[in-house]
Each structure stands twice: as structure tokens, then as C-alpha cells.
């Protein structure tokens, strides 16, 4: 996904201001950069490499990817809005944006706890047309479904790869209240969530 250079450059200089207290000159120095480096990047001109983001994360106590694209909400947004085009065919001229709150209320909300996870830009479109399918078709129950899984493969995946232990505890514990959602969601539907998955895999490939 394509970085908002101007977003970026707001996190940088908080960094630099709020976290570190430093002016432009100490902040080059903490990071490896001259003075005119960091002005570009706080104006959005140029982002750093990924030696000095890593550095600039650390610096501010968050994630990389939260320096790069933001909070989950804010990442989630700007994905739809830089595809908005792409769902004009299903919604006319009704904006895609105007569906994002309950859209993310649904899906985005299970990836914040814990190590905050950010999905690839094409499964966040795959998820928001199935979310578009279900506004339209009333496919909540598979919907629901869809989003239960999706979380859960995502915080599996994560944990596995996740190397910092502390990140890794809090993110199994945000697995542990999704795996309780999925068998709340099971008992009360008596049903499997990988039967209602293989169903609505079926339900999308008679639709292409």
C-alpha cells in the first residue's frame, strides 16, 4: 500500500517533539540523518529507509507499521479509499465510505488488541466486498463467520512469526477471546465455522 508521505510526517515530528523533545538537528543525530533529512520527511517529501523507520519506531515506542500507515482504523480507511473506484459496480453512486463504520466495526475492531495486526491491502478489499455482499444480500450469519475466521487465521499467522515473547502473549490472548467468540458463534448456530467458510467460498466462486 502506498504510504501517505503528509501522515507520516505528522507521526515523525511527534516523535521527534513529544517522545524525544529534540530539535531537527539532535532528532538526525538520534537516528542517523542530518538535519535536512528529517525537515523532508516531517514536510512529506521523502520517507526514510527502513533501517531509520525501524530506529524512528523504537524511538517512539510503536510498531513500524503503525509509523508507516497509522492506527488499524486510520490503514483500513485509506485502503478502501485508495480502491473507492473499485466498488462502484456494487454500490452506484453511493460511497464506499459511508459503509466503513459498520464495516469496520465488524472486522477491523478483532485486529487492534493485543500487537495490532495490518492485513494486506487485498484482503482488506476482499473482506469489505464481502461485507458489501452481505449488506446487500443479508449473508450475516455468513458474514460473520468470514470475519471470525479471517481474525483468527491472521492472529495464528502473526503469533508464528512474532518474535518479541511480551508481543506474542498479548496477541495469544487476543486469540484466546476469538477462539471464545467462535464457539459462542457455533453454539448459537449450531454449525462449524469452516462448514459456513467452504459455503460462502462456494456462494463467491458461482458469482465470478
Keep these: ?3 501517505n508521505k ?13 517522545s524525544c523533545n ?3 538537528e539532535e532528532f538526525g543525530n538520534l537516528v542517523g540523518a542530518g538535519k535536512s533529512n528529517v525537515s523532508r520527511w ?5 520517507i526514510p529507509n527502513d533501517l531509520t523507520l525501524k530506529k524512528i519506531a523504537e524511538l517512539g515506542n510503536i510498531s513500524v507499521e503503525y509509523l508507516l500507515y497509522g492506527d488499524v482504523r486510520e490503514y483500513f480507511y485509506n485502503v478502501i479509499y485508495e480502491n ?10 453511493k460511497s464506499p465510505l459511508k459503509l466503513f463504520n459498520a464495516f469496520y466495526d465488524t472486522i477491523g475492531k478483532a485486529l487492534e488488541s493485543g500487537s495490532p495486526y495490518y492485513p494486506e491491502p487485498d484482503d482488506v478489499l476482499q473482506m469489505f466486498h464481502t461485507f458489501i455482499d452481505s449488506q446487500q444480500k443479508g449473508f450475516d450469519k455468513l458474514m460473520l463467520a468470514y470475519h471470525l475466521n479471517k481474525a483468527k487465521r491472521s ?3 502473526t ?18 477471546e476469538i477462539n471464545e467468540a467462535v464457539a459462542s458463534y457455533e453454539s448459537y448456530f449450531n454449525t462449524s465455522i469452516d462448514d459456513q467458510i467452504l459455503y460462502l467460498i462456494d456462494i463467491l466462486e ?3
Design 1 to 3: 500500500m502506498e504510504v
Design 6 to 18: 503528509k501522515q507520516l510526517g505528522k507521526r515523525i515530528k511527534d516523535i521527534r517533539v513529544n
Design 22 to 24: 529534540s530539535t531537527m
Design 42 to 46: 516531517e514536510r512529506g517529501e521523502n
Design 84 to 93: 473507492s473506484k473499485e466498488f462502484t459496480a456494487k454500490l452506484g453512486e
Design 155 to 157: 492472529a495464528n499467522t
Design 159 to 176: 503469533i508464528e512469526l512474532m518474535e518479541d515473547s511480551e508481543a506474542k502473549t498479548n496477541l495469544e490472548e487476543s486469540l484466546k
Design 206 to 208: 458461482k458469482k465470478e
